[in-house]
């Protein structure tokens, strides 16, 4: 788990006024937390702050563990994406590195074979499994079990685009809550 301490965060809008003033607050380890506040409050900003998306004009930002962020337009994903990539997107920094170099070390093997090849792709499972790829795996399991009926193994190749908007965001949040990370949800 991790934890994440914003601590006296100042942030301006383009045109100089001011959007956030001496905002300080710490979200513990295991918590489960909301924000709320009016449109155009600075919520979103806020969290992208945490997020690590935008920087304060003063103040800091700490975390620990990781940060999980469920984007504002999950549930319009019409594009390419596939469910094992949209829940990778999801996971933990180290995850989500390791599964790009497993996936271009799984391309280099079927354009080149070779030995060069397979000793990277060997190299690239190992690293896959030392940053909990195959925990992630189990977890993905779950995730699609809950929010769409179908075991990962079935899921993890279908396009996003063929779920509707409420099941891309049930998968979403299955992934986020059941994972190992303090959770931020961008409205």
């Avoid at 190992?126 to 179908?150: H, K, N, Q, V």
């Avoid at 063929?162 to 409205?187: C, I, N």
Wanted: aromatic share 4%; glycine share 12%; with cysteine.
């Amino acid at each position: 788990m991790g934890h994440v301490d914003v601590s006296h965060v100042h942030h301006l809008l383009p045109d100089g006024t001011v959007l956030l003033y001496d905002v300080s607050f710490r979200v513990g380890d295991g918590s489960k937390t909301a924000l709320l506040g009016a449109n155009g409050a600075g919520k979103t900003t806020l969290l992208r702050l945490v997020a690590g998306d935008d920087t304060p004009a003063e103040g800091t930002v700490v975390s620990s563990g990781g940060v999980g962020v469920m984007r504002q337009f999950i549930g319009t994903v019409r594009d390419g994406t596939t469910v094992r990539s949209l829940l990778t997107s999801l996971a933990p920094p180290l995850v989500r590195r390791a599964a790009e170099a497993l996936a271009a070390a799984e391309q280099q093997v079927g354009a080149r074979g070779g030995e060069r090849a397979q000793l990277r792709y060997a190299q690239a499972i190992a690293d896959w499994g030392d940053a909990g790829g195959w925990e992630a795996e189990t977890l993905w399991e779950t995730c699609c079990r809950e929010a769409l009926r179908l075991p990962f193994s079935q899921a993890a190749t279908r396009p996003v685009a063929t779920l509707s908007g409420g099941e891309q965001k049930r998968l979403a949040l299955e992934a986020l809550l059941r994972g190992p990370d303090v959770v931020l949800l961008l409205d």
